[in-house]
């Protein structure tokens, strides 16, 4: 089955730096990528997703690329505000073949003003 | 855009108790749900697929005659801790794609904190 692994497990920046995850899958078949930030006590939100037909995606200051070849995808926050501070999880899927979601571990983001 | 509902949002029960969840799809049709349990500063991790009007799939070391799950319907399914223990304590969410999945992301309830006494 799938397994996904997930870097770094903590990441703490400065207010306006760039943050950086990156998570790598070993199922070639996977073709869904989506990443969700979790808040403490709720429920995991999806912020940005990206399907293996493409290599990089960009919702305003939070992008995704994906390397099938390597088989490792990342995301991307630009000018992190304290706000984006909170646990970040990336995941793969098969949605045709009706799979689950395989989450990596997560990463708890500090954003520091 | 598409709405998961779950139910109860916090539960807490006595040991050897059983604690029924459900989960809803509200404004789509859910052939399958899948239901993950997360641990404190953990991540989710995936107990079993749901599957309308079958046998849910479990993932290896899920006791299903514990975690029992019915998906009677499009738009439910549910999940019983039965005879709960305080190691089942737990935040329990569930998640259902619309359609056939083929370009609609997953959808998450709003997870039940399960606490068992």
């Known amino acids: 089955g799938e397994n996904v692994e997930q870097h770094p497990s903590t990441l703490s920046v400065q207010e306006g730096d760039s943050a950086v995850i990156k998570c790598t899958y070993s199922?070639?078949?996977?073709?869904?990528f989506p990443w969700y930030k979790q808040e403490l006590g709720k429920r995991p939100q999806l912020i940005i997703d990206i399907r293996s037909n493409v290599g990089e995606k960009k919702d305003q200051r939070i992008a995704v690329t994906l390397n099938k070849t390597a088989k490792h995808f990342s995301l991307h926050i630009t000018e992190t505000q304290p706000e984006d501070s909170a646990v970040y999880f990336c995941?793969?899927?098969?949605?045709?073949?009706?799979?689950?979601?395989?989450f990596g571990k997560g990463t708890t983001l500090s954003v520091s003003s | 855009g598409a709405v998961v509902s779950q139910h109860p949002s916090r539960v807490i029960c006595k040991s050897g108790t059983s604690v029924k969840i459900e989960c809803r799809s509200l404004d789509f049709q859910a052939t399958t749900m899948f239901w993950y349990r997360q641990f404190p500063k953990q991540s989710l991790m995936l107990m079993a697929t749901?599957?309308?009007?079958?046998?849910?799939?479990?993932e290896q070391g899920v006791e299903k005659d514990k975690f029992l799950i019915n998906h009677a319907s499009l738009t439910l399914s549910t999940l019983t801790v039965t005879s709960a223990h305080p190691e089942d304590s737990s935040f329990y969410i569930c998640?259902?794609?619309?359609?056939?999945?083929?370009?609609?992301?997953?959808?998450f309830g709003n997870g039940t904190r399960l606490t068992v006494t």
């Open positions: 998640s259902a794609m619309p359609g056939t999945g083929h370009n609609s992301p997953l959808h």
């Open positions: 749901s599957n309308e009007g079958s046998k849910a799939t479990y």
């Open positions: 199922d070639s078949a996977s073709n869904y």
């Open positions: 995941a793969a899927s098969i949605p045709q073949a009706g799979t689950a979601l395989i």
